[in-house]
């Protein structure tokens, strides 16, 4: 077996996470500081964001956080004004703010529709606008939209997030064909069920049970495992990946029925 490669590709480079005091955002952070990246993390949960800084203990101006609420506009633009002077620039942004909701379309109150949508799609264009329109003056710039399975094979009870996704995902396709001719990529990952606080609130045994039979690994995803994926799409090694969204399932979308055949050799 050979050594794993020693990966610097985020040296001398800035990544704002949005979202980034916890779950997907926060092992984005991570992911990217190994490789030599200044994170500036910004979440609305200010407790939150204070813990992961300290727990995170990295040099002097490596890391700093900002207090947002993404929904907010005027607070995009000053903590994006805020991340770009301390660090100089933003090079990559990851929107990874984002909430859940569960309740039928019979049942979900107008004000959480509009809550999910707000900070799940809106939030996210809110972002993308105040950094690409900086990252449009330097010709350079990666950025990685979180969406999820949900976006296009919905589940059941979750109108609200799964319109919201939908959205995600049509919202980076279009910030890609925009961005293009300014040496900007957009791109998505679509999580299936990984472990985070989010899933760790939603999901009772039942859903979890349908999860874990559903996906041809057999298992919830982890958060490094995803953050290896929006890695991949920050940095230069998917320099003409543009528009794309990566999938990172463990199978769960490509499986319409799974049955063992071993132990069901007559199946
Ligand atoms: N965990 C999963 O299984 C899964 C699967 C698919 C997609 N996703 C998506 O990944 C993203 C991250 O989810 P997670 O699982 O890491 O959840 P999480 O709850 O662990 O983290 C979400 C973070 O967003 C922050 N946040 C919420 N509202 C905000 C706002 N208005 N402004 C700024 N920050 C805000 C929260 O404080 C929290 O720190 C979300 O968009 C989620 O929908 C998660």
């Given at each position: 077996m050979s050594e794993p490669i020693a990966l610097a590709r985020f040296a001398g480079k800035t990544a704002l996470v949005t979202g980034g005091a916890s779950g997907l955002g926060l092992a984005s952070a991570r992911r990217l500081l190994r490789e030599g990246a200044r994170v500036a993390l910004a979440d609305i949960n200010a407790h939150a964001l204070r813990n992961?800084?300290?727990?995170?203990?990295?040099?002097?101006?490596?890391?700093?956080?900002?207090?947002?609420?993404?929904?907010?506009?005027?607070?995009?633009?000053?903590?994006?004004?805020?991340?770009?002077?301390?660090?100089?620039?933003?090079?990559?942004?990851?929107?990874?703010?984002?909430?859940?909701?569960?309740?039928?379309v019979l049942d979900t109150p107008i004000e959480a529709w509009r809550r999910v949508l707000d900070i799940n799609l809106s939030g996210s264009y809110l972002c993308t606008q105040a950094v690409a329109r900086r990252m449009v003056q330097r010709r350079q710039g990666r950025i990685v939209m979180i969406a999820s399975i949900s976006g296009q094979q919905v589940w059941s009870g979750r109108a609200a997030y799964c319109a919201s996704k939908g959205g995600v995902l049509a919202l980076a396709k279009s910030c890609a064909i925009d961005l293009a001719p300014f040496g900007i990529t957009v791109n998505s990952v679509s999580p299936g069920p990984i472990e985070t606080a989010q899933t760790a609130a939603l999901h009772g045994p039942v859903i979890r049970q349908a999860i874990v039979h559903a996906t041809p690994m057999a298992r919830y995803g982890q958060a490094d495992e995803v953050a290896d994926a929006i890695a991949f799409l920050a940095s230069d090694d998917a320099r003409f990946v543009n528009g794309h969204d990566l999938v990172v399932d463990g199978g769960l979308t490509s499986a319409a029925i799974l049955y063992d055949l071993k132990q069901n050799p007559q199946a």
């Open positions: 992961v800084v300290k727990e995170l203990a990295q040099p002097p101006g490596h890391v700093s956080q900002h207090m947002l609420d993404v929904t907010d506009a005027a607070q995009v633009e000053a903590v994006v004004q805020e991340a770009w002077q301390t660090h100089g620039a933003i090079d990559v942004l990851v929107n990874s703010a984002g909430i859940s909701y569960q309740g039928s």
